[in-house]
Structures are given as structure tokens and as C-alpha cells.
């Protein structure tokens, strides 16, 4: 299937130099995915909602400094491969061209439209997230938004002090509270600016009660409930009878990339913030994931998924970049995480970690005889 009966060609357009304040109002008035942003007539990149989550950005900064760069796809591409691209872009719009024309937007929305009645096969618990950042109600919005740009995620469940859900905080609900008037009230009776919203406890600004799934649900139904709410992810539990327990979380994005899994023994490898590539290139990336894979037999990889973040820290002009590697096997999904300066020196202390993950998770040692390459269950030997 291609995007050439889901792209719409009806979108908002803002220029480069228009004030983020003007911004703020159209997000609030259109209710938009996402902006394309021109120079000079010429398309230049997309603002999304996750992008005004910025603690002190001035109403008098320009589009171009929150703007990023999100891939061009053309109007006959394979919806996989925009999928791939939107995930990858870390966005929920892409520009679609025809030609050298702007043509209009393929938004994420349309894609799980389009393809919904095919996602019965799946359930909630081969594609959640299962390793969830959570915050508790107590906490200020400050530290929410923080862990929010750390993590690159855009939802938290709350929790309180027993770890009992009591709410979801989002930037949907950090976005809209920045907009409203400066007369209208939030939870509490509170008002001000962003600086006094900073100092609220997350209680104020969470949604409740949590739109939940189960483990056991489909896809399908929950991307329904998704889209009828107008939500981007849900809050997994155990069971409907534990519905106050955080067993993981899906997101739009986690069903986005479960579209790009290839076939089962093969593999997909998707890297999130590509940009910060420096020294090491996707094709290593992709050969060294493959490597590591391969050295577990038993053990079959269908995705894997790389996430780069940078941090503010340098050292000597290097910036200190996280890299979080998750992998989804017929075994579950394992994970690691390493820091490092530069992306090649992060990915490779994650590799690390990642493997020794994958050992604790299959409970198995490597043979002397074919180390690095075959593996053995304990029991077996």
C-alpha cells in the first residue's frame, strides 16, 4: 500500500521568521499534528507539538529555531517506509512531494487509519513499552518536562507515593496549558506564567482518569480508542481488574514501528535523532546490531531500535550523547543504555550493556570453543 489515497494536500504553512507566539495560538486555535515550515517559499521543516515544550522559550523566537528537519516523502511511497521515516524523524508529519513540488502532509493518524483493520493480528503485549518513566503527582511540572525531553518520550504516567496510577501528564497537557489566557484557571484555581507553572505540582496539570489497554487487547482496538479519544498513547496494565498498576505503555509511534518489523527471522533496524551521527555511520550501526544479534541463535531479532540523545555537556567541543538500544526478539524485548562522548562511543558502551542484558535474560554463557559466536543454555551443558 502507498500514501497516495491517505496524504492530505490541505495543510498549515508558517515562514521561518514567524514569532513562536503566533505559533502557540495556531496550535491552539487549528489544533494541528504538525507545521511545515518555508523559507522564501520553499519548504525548510516541520514544527511539532512535542517541540513547544521548551521551559523559557520567549513568545519573540523565530519558527526556524524550533524547527527540525523532517524527511520528504513522495506521494506514491510504500506506507512502511513512510512510517519508518516518521519514526526515525521522531515526528508526526512528514512533507509529500510530487516531483519537486510540495504536494501536502502524510500525518501519522492517516497511516494507523489506514491500516487498522489489519492490526487484529497483534496484541498490545508483542509491542508495548514495557520499560516506562514514570512520575509522581507530587513532583513539579519543571522536573516533568525535564524527564520528558531526557527520555524523548511524550507522555508519563503519575504515580503516587504507594505507585498506584492516578494519572497521565502529557505535552498535549503541558502545550495547552502554556496557551491558554492568562485568565483562565488551572486545577487548584492556579494561574500565571510559565515560570510559576514550572513550580506546580504535576497533579495540577495530569489527566484523569487514564485512558488504559490491557496486555491482552489487539492493536487494532486499541488504536481505535486512540483515535476516537484523540490521544497519542495509553497506559498497558496487567488487567482490567489491576487497572491502577503501570505495566507499560503504547504509543502511536510504538504502532508506527511495529508496521516496519520485517518478516520474522529477519531484522529492522530504526535509529531515532540521526543527526547526531558523528564518527559512526547507520551502516555500522546497522552491521554491529546485526553482529550481535547473530551470536544468538535461539534467540530471533525482528527490530531493533536505536535512540540517540544529547546532552548539554562537552568535552572538548564533543557533546555527551545517551544511546538506548531495545530490541524486540521471540523471547520479549531487552535493552540497554550507555553514555559516551560522540555517538560512536556511546553506541558501543550500550552495545555493551546490551549484551550482557541479553545473557542475563536468556540465562546463557558463552561455549569456549565458539565464543562470540554460540551460545548455550545453562542447563544444556
Not at 299 to 324: D, N, S, Y
Not at 359 to 373: F, N, S, T
Given at each position: 500500500m502507498?500514501?497516495?489515497?491517505i496524504a492530505t494536500?490541505?495543510?498549515?504553512?508558517v515562514?521561518?521568521?514567524?514569532?513562536?507566539?503566533?505559533i502557540?495560538?495556531?496550535?491552539?486555535?487549528?489544533n494541528?499534528?504538525g507545521?511545515?515550515?518555508t523559507r522564501?517559499?520553499?519548504?525548510a521543516?516541520?514544527i511539532?507539538e512535542?517541540?513547544?515544550?521548551?521551559?523559557?522559550?520567549?513568545?519573540?523566537?523565530?519558527?526556524?529555531?524550533?524547527?527540525?528537519?523532517?524527511?520528504?516523502?513522495?506521494?506514491t511511497e510504500d506506507?512502511r517506509?513512510?512510517?519508518?521515516v516518521l519514526?526515525?524523524?521522531?515526528?508526526?508529519v512528514?512533507?509529500?512531494?510530487?516531483g519537486e513540488?510540495l504536494?501536502?502532509?502524510?500525518?501519522?493518524?492517516a497511516?494507523?487509519?489506514?491500516?487498522?483493520?489489519?492490526?487484529?493480528?497483534?496484541?498490545?503485549?508483542q509491542?508495548q513499552?514495557?520499560?516506562?518513566?514514570?512520575i509522581?503527582e507530587?513532583?513539579h511540572?519543571?522536573?516533568?518536562i525535564?524527564?520528558?525531553r531526557e527520555?524523548?518520550?511524550?507522555?508519563?504516567?503519575?504515580v503516587?507515593?504507594?505507585?498506584?496510577?492516578?494519572?497521565?501528564?502529557?505535552?498535549?497537557?503541558?502545550v495547552?496549558?502554556?496557551?491558554r489566557d492568562?485568565?483562565?484557571?488551572?486545577?487548584g484555581?492556579r494561574r500565571?506564567?510559565?515560570?510559576?507553572?514550572?513550580?506546580?505540582?504535576?497533579?495540577?496539570?495530569?489527566?484523569n482518569?487514564?485512558?488504559t489497554?490491557?496486555?491482552?487487547e489487539?492493536?487494532?482496538?486499541?488504536?481505535?480508542?486512540m483515535?476516537?479519544?484523540d490521544?497519542?498513547g495509553?497506559?498497558?496494565?496487567?488487567?482490567?481488574?489491576?487497572d491502577d498498576?503501570?505495566?507499560?505503555?503504547?504509543?502511536?509511534?510504538?504502532?508506527?514501528?511495529?508496521?516496519t518489523?520485517?518478516?520474522?527471522?529477519?531484522?529492522?533496524?530504526?535509529?531515532t535523532n540521526?543527526?547526531?551521527?558523528?564518527?559512526?555511520?547507520?551502516e555500522?550501526?546497522?552491521?554491529?546490531?546485526t553482529?550481535?544479534?547473530?551470536?544468538y541463535q535461539?534467540?530471533?531479532?525482528?527490530?531493533?531500535?536505536?535512540?540517540?540523545?544529547?546532552h548539554?555537556?562537552?568535552?572538548?567541543g564533543?557533546?555527551?550523547?545517551?544511546?538506548?538500544i531495545?530490541?524486540r526478539?521471540n523471547?520479549?524485548?531487552?535493552?540497554?543504555?550507555?553514555?559516551?562522548y560522540g555517538?560512536?562511543?556511546a553506541?558501543?558502551?550500550?552495545?555493551?550493556?546490551?549484551?550482557?542484558?541479553?545473557?542475563?535474560l536468556k540465562?546463557?554463557i558463552a561455549?569456549?570453543?565458539?565464543?562470540?559466536?554460540?551460545l548455550?543454555?545453562?542447563?544444556?551443558?
Amino acid at each position: 500500500m502507498d500514501i497516495s489515497e491517505i496524504a492530505t494536500s490541505e495543510y498549515i504553512e508558517v515562514d521561518a521568521g514567524k514569532r513562536l507566539g503566533k505559533i502557540r495560538s495556531i496550535f491552539e486555535r487549528e489544533n494541528p499534528k504538525g507545521l511545515i515550515v518555508t523559507r522564501d517559499g520553499e519548504y525548510a521543516g516541520v514544527i511539532g507539538e512535542r517541540d513547544l515544550v521548551r521551559s523559557r522559550i520567549e513568545d519573540d523566537t523565530k519558527a526556524s529555531v524550533l524547527m527540525k528537519s523532517a524527511p520528504r516523502v513522495d506521494r506514491t511511497e510504500d506506507v512502511r517506509e513512510v512510517a519508518r521515516v516518521l519514526v526515525e524523524g521522531n515526528t508526526k508529519v512528514a512533507p509529500v512531494y510530487e516531483g519537486e513540488k510540495l504536494w501536502g502532509i502524510i500525518t501519522a493518524d492517516a497511516i494507523l487509519n489506514a491500516v487498522l483493520d489489519s492490526l487484529d493480528a497483534l496484541t498490545v503485549e508483542q509491542i508495548q513499552t514495557v520499560d516506562v518513566v514514570t512520575i509522581g503527582e507530587k513532583a513539579h511540572v519543571g522536573q516533568a518536562i525535564n524527564r520528558l525531553r531526557e527520555h524523548g518520550i511524550s507522555r508519563l504516567p503519575v504515580v503516587d507515593d504507594d505507585g498506584s496510577l492516578t494519572g497521565v501528564l502529557t505535552t498535549h497537557d503541558i502545550v495547552d496549558f502554556v496557551v491558554r489566557d492568562a485568565d483562565r484557571q488551572g486545577r487548584g484555581d492556579r494561574r500565571g506564567d510559565i515560570d510559576r507553572m514550572l513550580d506546580l505540582p504535576v497533579y495540577d496539570l495530569m489527566t484523569n482518569p487514564v485512558l488504559t489497554t490491557t496486555a491482552d487487547e489487539t492493536v487494532e482496538d486499541a488504536v481505535r480508542t486512540m483515535l476516537d479519544s484523540d490521544v497519542s498513547g495509553l497506559v498497558v496494565t496487567p488487567s482490567e481488574n489491576e487497572d491502577d498498576v503501570v505495566g507499560g505503555v503504547l504509543t502511536k509511534t510504538d504502532v508506527l514501528r511495529a508496521l516496519t518489523f520485517t518478516e520474522e527471522g529477519q531484522m529492522d533496524v530504526q535509529i531515532t535523532n540521526v543527526a547526531l551521527l558523528d564518527t559512526i555511520s547507520r551502516e555500522e550501526i546497522v552491521a554491529e546490531i546485526t553482529s550481535v544479534a547473530d551470536k544468538y541463535q535461539e534467540m530471533q531479532v525482528q527490530h531493533a531500535h536505536v535512540r540517540f540523545h544529547e546532552h548539554k555537556e562537552k568535552l572538548r567541543g564533543t557533546p555527551l550523547i545517551q544511546c538506548q538500544i531495545r530490541l524486540r526478539t521471540n523471547r520479549g524485548q531487552v535493552a540497554g543504555s550507555g553514555e559516551g562522548y560522540g555517538a560512536d562511543h556511546a553506541f558501543h558502551v550500550a552495545t555493551d550493556t546490551l549484551e550482557r542484558n541479553v545473557l542475563e535474560l536468556k540465562g546463557l554463557i558463552a561455549d569456549e570453543q565458539y565464543r562470540g559466536q554460540l551460545l548455550r543454555k545453562l542447563g544444556e551443558l
